[in-house]
């Protein structure tokens, strides 16, 4: 199983529509909620290569991105694989 993290913030609807697409693909993660934590958003915006708008997701330590582009990988198909579905 794929170790995946997403750095959110309480009321993003952008947050609400990755980690709604992460259910829907039947895949749990860890969220880590970057609101109150400005040691916690750092980490999110180095590991993220200067990234600092939530969501941000990681797969097995890998950057995969925003919400944006977590859609835009559903829709060209490359997903799944990513997530470690057939």
């Given at each position: ?11 993003c ?74």
């Amino acid at each position: 199983m794929k170790n995946i993290e997403i750095y959110t913030t309480m009321f993003c609807p952008f947050c609400s529509r990755a980690k709604k697409l992460l259910k829907q693909k039947g895949v749990t993660y860890k969220e880590i909620d970057v609101t109150v934590s400005g040691d916690l958003r750092q980490e999110m915006t180095k590991r993220a290569g200067g990234s600092y708008t939530v969501p941000q997701v990681f797969v097995d330590g890998e950057h995969i991105g925003d919400c944006n582009y977590l859609y835009m990988l559903e829709g060209a198909g490359k997903l799944d694989p990513i997530l470690g579905k057939s």
